[in-house]
């Protein structure tokens, strides 16, 4: 088969030539009145340009190119496109370089930043307090987790527990729970069950996590015991930045020596304890403790649900709560009561204590040697 020529279609009495497949059809379909200057002898003038037809906006000087947070606004002539996506905005401070575990990204989940809408961004809620010493001794003779220590079976528990609460804030972080998502509340039915105990080793489990920090709240105002567990002075705290609208939290925020462990007092004592909690300021006081700092995790040791009410106002605050239960002590019916009072909180999970036995035959912390 001849497939030097292309067939020519009826009518066109042109003779064939030897031209090249592209320079005959470059001449049959004329290509060259497209061309700036066209084939050398073409006498077929070329089209005028026809200048794209330009909005009166677009004739003006360039636009100038806005910021990322600027707010995307619909005129008639952008109704019709769809928003952007808001991204997550990376901002510099310069406080993040005083402990670099503190994080200053912001976002658009509430953790302190704004929505892209172009108001001010929020600051991050950087803890000045002075640093105190936590007695190491202390801690040993009190039964809990020894920073820098070794491994022990306390310390290995307390990993598992840790490990399963900071999935659970993960898995709400995916469900857009903003703050809350990093706020913890450790309670327990009736006095004496533990929960001063487990709150704290929480919180010393989860300072040594390599990434964010942890916040340990007393929220006990009747009785506080956070400070005289840890060996940490006294002064103004949570309560008292309830009480007083000019206040800011992070000041009463005490710092360690336990790299990663930050402890807000439970301040001034008063009768109105659960009143200052159902108001409206406390969302304002707990939103500042986390403001800036997505990483950051909060322990709130609270009163027992059944002695005192300020456990169940500080539930609806919270993306999860833990009871302590004392083996062998707490009874079925007021575990029943205090999960019914704590059921604002979406998810309440229940912490076995001082139990002599262990129904999986599970022994930790012999791996590493040490063995109770």
Known sequence: MDHSKIPLPHGDDRKPHSDSLIE???????FARYIAGGKPGADKPLPPRREPVRKAADAAAPKPVEPAHAPVVNTPETASEPAPTPVRVERSRDT??????ISTSLDTNGNGGSDLGGGPLATPAIFNGDHHAIDRDRLRET???????????????????????????SELRRQKAG???????????????GKTYCATNLALSIAAEKEGDVLLVDADFAKPSVLSALGLPGGPGLMDALMDDKADVADFVLGTDIPGLWVLPAGDT???????????????????????????????DSPPVLAAS?????????????????ADSTGQGALEDTVSLLSSCPNIQLLLNAAQFSPSGRSFGTYYGYRE
């Open 310 to 326: 300020p456990a169940a106002e500080l539930a609806k605050y919270v993306g999860q709560a833990v009871v302590i239960v004392r």
């Open 96 to 101: 993040a370089a005083r402990d670099p575990r």
């Open 143 to 169: 039964g809990l987790i020894v920073p820098e220590g070794s491994v022990t079976a306390l310390l290995e528990e307390f990993r598992i527990v840790k490990r399963q609460l900071l999935v659970q804030a």
């Open 270 to 300: 008063t009768t109105n304890d659960s009143e200052f909690l159902s108001s409206a300021r406390t969302e304002k006081v707990l939103e500042r403790l986390t403001q800036g700092a997505p990483g950051r995790m909060v322990i709130f």
């Open 24 to 30: 005959r059809a470059a001449e049959r379909f004329d």
């Open 179 to 193: 703050s809350r998502a990093q706020r913890i509340l450790i309670s327990s039915p009736h006095p004496g069950e």
